[in-house]
T-cell receptor, first 112, second 108 residues
C-alpha cells in the first residue's frame, strides 16, 4: 500500500522554466491538497481539490495551477518558475475526516 | 485571522526525561486540533485528532490534551527514536492552519 506518491523527489529549474509535480494516492480519498513548506513559515496550502472535477485556491495560489486528473491523481504546475518558488512541496489526501491528512514524501524544488 | 503558535521552537531532552510541547491556537470555531510527526526529509505523519476541551489521546509514549486555548503533547520517558519535528494544526470551518513545529531531539 503506497499511500501518497509524489514525483519527482528533487528538481532544479532555471527562472522562467515550467514543470509539473505529479501526485497519486491509492486510498480512495476524495480530497487532495498541495502544500509548500518553507523555514519559518510552516505548511501553507497552495490549492486543494475536494472531489474529482473540482479545485479551489488555498492560501498561496499565485504562480501555480493544478489539475485533478481523476480521483487518484492531482498535479501541480509551475508555468514560469521564480526563485521565490524554491521550497519543499507536499501532496496530501484525506478521507471523510478533514484535517487527518496523509502526506507524500515531498518534492524538493530549487529555482535558480 | 486564524493563528497557531508552537513552543518551544526546539527542545533537547535526555532519554527518559519527560516534557511537554505546547500548541496555542486562535481560531473562530475550532472543529479539530491535529498533531503530526515529521521526520527529516519526509512528509508529516498524522498522530492524533482532538475535538473538544478536556479530550485526551494516547499513543505509546505520547499523550495529547486539549483546552479551549491550547493543546499539549506530553512525551513520557522519551527515546532517541522520538526525535522529530512535531506539528500541530487547527481546523476552523474548512481551513486548516499549521503551526511551525517543535523540533525535538532526544539524546541517548
Amino acid at each position: 500500500n503506497a499511500g501518497v506518491t509524489q514525483t519527482p523527489k528533487f528538481q532544479v529549474l532555471k527562472t522562467g522554466q515550467s514543470m509539473t509535480l505529479q501526485c497519486a494516492q491509492d486510498m480512495n480519498h476524495n480530497s487532495m491538497y498541495w502544500y509548500r513548506q518553507d523555514p519559518g513559515m510552516g505548511l501553507r496550502l497552495i490549492y486543494y481539490s475536494a472531489s474529482e472535477g473540482t479545485t479551489d485556491k488555498g492560501e498561496v495560489p499565485n504562480g501555480y495551477n493544478v489539475s485533478r486528473l481523476n480521483k487518484r491523481e492531482f498535479s501541480l504546475r509551475l508555468e514560469s518558475a521564480a526563485p521565490s518558488q524554491t521550497s519543499v512541496y507536499f501532496c496530501a489526501s484525506s478521507g471523510e475526516l478533514v484535517g487527518e491528512l496523509f502526506f507524500g514524501e515531498g518534492s524538493r524544488l530549487t529555482v535558480l | 485571522e486564524d493563528q497557531v503558535t508552537q513552543s518551544p521552537e526546539a527542545l533537547r531532552l535526555q532519554e527518559g526525561e519527560s516534557s511537554s510541547l505546547n500548541c496555542s491556537y486562535t481560531v473562530s470555531g475550532l472543529r479539530g486540533l491535529f498533531w503530526y510527526r515529521q521526520d527529516p526529509g519526509k512528509g508529516p505523519e498524522f498522530l492524533f485528532t482532538l475535538y473538544s476541551a478536556g479530550e485526551e489521546k494516547e499513543k505509546e509514549r505520547l499523550k495529547a490534551t486539549l483546552t479551549k486555548k491550547e493543546s499539549f503533547l506530553h512525551i513520557t520517558a522519551p527515546k532517541p527514536e522520538d526525535s522529530a519535528t512535531y506539528l500541530c494544526a487547527a481546523l476552523s470551518g474548512s481551513r486548516l492552519t499549521f503551526g511551525e513545529g517543535t523540533q525535538l531531539t532526544v539524546n541517548p
